[in-house]
Nanobody, 115 residues
Framework: QVQLVESGGGLVQAGGSLRLSCAAS????????INWYRQAPGKERELVAA???????VYADSVKGRFTISRGNTKNTRYLQMNSLKPEDTAVYYC?????????WGRGTQVTVSS
């Protein structure tokens, strides 16, 4: 079992910044990737940012140039730096760990961007 805990969400004005953190614990040795997703009200959950073992990162088109995914000092920590936030970034943000054949989800952290 892998446990994921997200933190760092909150209420911010448009144009502001937040830094989300994701900490994995438990049977982390099997984890091959930890990525960020989000789900806005009435919408499907979508991939926001992913980073490969080699350090290559990919982003949703809607956040390119504004969000940055990074690793912490340990391989079980991920950050999501979010700059120039927009009201449409309002969502619950989740980290997701791939530990084949399973995927694990955290409970999410709410990000609300006011206009």
């Amino acid at each position: 079992q892998v446990q994921l805990v997200e933190s760092g969400g909150g209420l911010v004005q448009a144009g502001g910044s937040l830094r989300l953190s994701c900490a994995a614990s438990g049977d982390t040795i099997c984890i091959s990737a930890i990525n960020w997703y989000r789900q806005a009200p009435g919408k499907e959950r979508e991939l926001v940012a992913a980073i490969s073992r080699g350090g290559t990162s990919v982003y949703a088109d809607s956040v390119k140039g504004r969000f940055t995914i990074s690793r912490g000092n340990t391989k079980n920590t991920r950050y999501l730096q979010m700059n120039s936030l927009k009201p449409e970034d309002t969502a619950v943000y989740y980290c997701n760990a791939i530990c084949l054949p399973r995927r694990y989800w955290g409970r999410g952290t709410q990000v609300t961007v006011s206009s």
